[in-house]
Structure formats: C-alpha cells, structure tokens
C-alpha cells in the first residue's frame, strides 16, 4: 500500500524556472492538500481540493496552481520559481475529512530555488 | 479565523525525564478537531493523536498522554520517561468548519532534544 505518493524528493531550480509537484495517493480519499514549511514556521496551507474539479485556496496561494482533475492526483505547479519558494512541501490526504480520521501526508519534496 | 500557538520553541531533556509540550489554540467553532503530529530527525510527519471538542477525557498511550482542557483552549502533550528516540519537532494542529474539516492549522512546533 503506497499511501501518499511524491515526486520528485528533492529538485533545485533557478529562478523564473517552471516545474510540477506531483502528489498521488491510492486510498480513494477525497480530501487533498498541499502544505510548505519553513524554518520556525510550522506547516501553511497553500491549496487544496475536496473532491475532483474542486479546489480553493489556502493561507499562502501566491506564485502555485493546482487542478484535480482525478480524484487520485494533484499537481502543484510553480509556474515561475523565485528564491522565496524554497521549502519542503508536503502533500497530505483523508478520506472525508479531519471529522472522520487523520490527515496522511507525503515524504515531503524539498526544493531549492536559487 | 484559526490560530495555534506552541510557544516552546525548543526543549532539551535528558533521557527518563517527563516533558510537557503545550498547545494553545483559537477558533470560533464549536465543533472542531485536535491533531498531534511528530517530525523526526528523517522528515516524515507522523499522526500521534486526534480529539474532537467533544471529548475532554485526558488520553494515554504508553508514555505518552494528553490533557485537552476547553475552558483554557490547550491540548497539551506529555511524555513521561522520555527516550532519545523521542527527539523531534511536535506540531500541534487544528481543523475546523472553515475548510470543511479538510485541512489542518498548524503551530509552528517544538523541538525536543532528548539526551542520554
């Protein structure tokens, strides 16, 4: 059972370059998100997606888009990098929401935007 | 709006000392759900425990246990004997109506270094 699926783990990118985040799980949850953290930052909501062509924004949206076009997949997209979105980004999953379980979360993908 | 403070940056210990994490959050609902999350060393979040609003009963799970007072708004986090295995950063996190129950709040962490 592979869980919450992200590639790549590691990627460095110059600045104003493109590049896709994949997250993948194979539980049939509905419910996915994206989160990055930071130093002393804890984890912050970027976008997230309640079901197949649904998807809203979270606490810091700006410079990433998302589209969940399967309820298996969703891509988050950087479609001009600058150093400010150097983190680790983790994907994350349930079934129906935090009212029926937990979250499951990816490895995390580190990124580096020089 | 939703808010969780952690406000121990980083505690040090050593081996077999009991350790306190505390948790203070806000939010508006009253319907609403608690998380634990441990971060070890290799990166991976790791789901500890999750309360609803509704249960105040304090849980233990071998050495670790949690008091979930509404009246002061914390979720606090004991480990009691604490091993060096336990080093890690610990969120605490929320969830709430606002996003449907879909999405978690996090504090920003605690750091805890256990030493031999």
């Known amino acids: 059972n592979a869980g919450v699926t992200q590639t790549p783990k590691f990627q460095v990118l110059k600045t104003g370059q493109s590049m896709t985040l994949q997250c993948a799980q194979d539980m049939n949850h509905e419910y996915m998100s994206w989160y990055r953290q930071d130093p002393g930052m804890g984890l912050r909501l970027i976008h997230y997606s309640v079901g197949a062509g649904i998807t809203d924004q979270g606490e810091v949206p700006n410079g990433y888009n998302v589209s969940r076009s399967t309820t298996e997949d969703f891509p988050l997209r950087l479609l001009s990098a600058a150093p400010s979105q150097t983190s680790v980004y983790f994907c994350a999953s349930s079934y129906s929401g935090t009212n029926t379980g937990e979250l499951f979360f990816g490895e995390g993908s580190r990124l580096t935007v020089l | 709006a939703q808010k969780v403070t952690q406000a121990q940056t980083e505690i040090s210990v050593v081996e077999k000392e009991d350790v306190t994490l505390d948790c203070v959050y806000e939010t508006r609902d009253t319907t609403y759900y608690l998380f634990w999350y441990k971060q070890p060393p290799s990166g991976e979040l790791v789901f500890l425990i999750r309360?609803?609003?509704?249960?105040?009963q304090n849980e233990i799970s071998g050495r670790y246990s949690w008091n979930f007072q509404k009246s002061t708004s914390s979720f606090n986090f004991t480990i009691t004997a604490s091993q060096v295995v336990d080093s890690a950063v610990y969120f605490c996190?929320?969830?709430?109506?606002?996003?449907?129950?879909?999405?978690?709040?996090f504090g920003k962490g605690t750091m805890l270094l256990v030493s031999p």
């Open positions: 309360r609803n609003s509704f249960d105040e």
């Open positions: 996190a929320l969830s709430g109506a606002l996003s449907g129950y879909s999405t978690l709040t």
